[in-house]
């Protein structure tokens, strides 16, 4: 019985193990699974305008500075508000001067327009403000990205110059695609003052906007967290309860029983009542061996049969439970009964061989007592 009910556990350990496909997502909208190394990885390429601030750039009007922009980025988000990049920036500054990158005649302040070739290579620390406050949503159309950063400026043309600086910036994003971005992006940048060749500030500026396309490498998105579950249906479950909770109650029977028969105190039997009663040996479910219970009814029987006329026959008719196999098992498995108490009396306990008949029935309605259990039995009698 421990081995049957043991074995059961075990497929149906199988069946959940095999079946666990359904998953239980987490419905918090802040919650994501992290990601491994090499997903969402994106690149970015822009262009636009900027506008230096130099010693001088006031004596001259903002639309003689600016100067064509170009920013190239690569970069990786580590959770949905949270992401780093390299970006390069710059091209060409404007501005006017004492005539360090002088390519123009003098203003009417006696100053020289200027020009130089110029790059800006940064780190930044990007923040999804739109994920972080309102929860990660694969499909918004819009997300508002500031960010920081810090790195060096440098100067191409003669004298060259190499200087740090800090930025910082908003990034306008909006969704083309699941891999394709459109991004407005303004930042502002703060370095040394001689950074354009005059003296003058100790500090110095540049702005610039750019419009550019992002690129997101697959995978891109995230996944919510979620619990793997059996796949089990309910009836599945309930039908797996039941069968443990009938061979739990059948073993309990048994052992009761066993203990009874240790426990009953010899008694004298009346040859009369051996003929004619009945005798009703149980079996557990979808077996037709015979428990140590069965085998002491049987003894019982059999010294009975024994004292009989050898033209006396007994029949042994087996049974099996309708509720439970098809018909073509329930008879088999009661004529499979039937033998083995046959078999048990002749082999065992010595009954002559022409004195038992058998018989079956098959699978029948609950006999007795509404009970199921009580139909898997063979009766002699």
């Not at 043309?157 to 971005?181: H, M, Y």
């Not at 219970?293 to 019982?300: C, H, Q, T």
Request: net charge positive; with cysteine; aromatic share 8%.
């Amino acid at each position: 019985m421990k081995m049957k009910m043991a074995i059961l556990l075990v497929v149906a350990a199988m069946t959940g193990s095999v079946n666990a496909q359904e998953k239980s997502c987490c419905a918090d909208k802040h919650q994501v699974e992290t990601n491994g190394f090499w997903s969402n990885w994106f690149i970015s390429a822009g262009g636009g305008a900027q506008v230096y601030f130099g010693s001088y750039d006031s004596k001259t009007v903002l639309s003689k500075r600016l100067a064509p922009s170009l920013d190239v980025s690569v970069g990786k988000w580590f959770t949905p508000g949270i992401g780093l990049r390299v970006q390069y920036s710059g091209l060409q500054a404007k501005g006017v001067g004492l005539g360090t990158y002088t390519y123009g005649d003098k203003t009417g302040d006696g100053l020289y327009r200027q020009k130089w070739n110029m790059g800006y290579l940064h780190g930044d620390i990007l923040l999804n403000a739109s994920n972080m406050l309102f929860g990660y949503n694969e499909s918004r159309v819009y997300n508002l990205i500031p960010f920081v950063g810090f790195g060096g400026m440098r100067v191409w043309d003669s004298p060259k110059k190499c200087e740090l600086a800090a930025t910082v910036g908003i990034i306008n994003r909006f969704r083309l695609s699941s891999a394709l971005d459109l991004n407005l992006e303004a930042k502002g940048s703060m370095v040394n003052g001689n950074f354009d060749g005059e003296p003058g500030n100790c500090k110095e500026g540049l702005v610039a906007v750019t419009v550019g396309l992002t690129y997101k490498f697959s995978p891109a998105s995230w996944n919510k967290p979620c619990a793997k579950t059996t796949g089990i249906s309910q009836d599945d479950m309930d039908r797996v309860r039941e069968q443990l909770n009938g061979m739990l109650a059948e073993n309990k029977q048994l052992k009761d029983e066993l203990v009874a028969e240790r426990n009953k105190k010899p008694q004298t039997v009346v040859e009369k009542e051996l003929v004619n009663a009945q005798r009703m040996i149980q079996f557990s479910f979808g077996k037709s061996s015979l428990s140590k219970a069965a085998r002491v009814n049987l003894k019982l029987l059999a010294e009975g049969i024994k004292k009989m006329p050898a033209d006396k026959v007994f029949t042994v008719t087996g049974y099996a439970d309708n509720k439970t196999g098809s018909k073509k098992v329930n008879e088999k498995l009661s004529k499979a009964r039937a033998e083995a108490v046959r078999k048990a009396l002749v082999e065992e306990f010595g009954v002559r061989p022409e004195q038992i008949r058998v018989d079956y029935k098959g699978g029948v309605d609950n006999m007795f007592y509404n009970d199921a259990r009580l139909s898997r039995v063979v009766i002699a009698e």
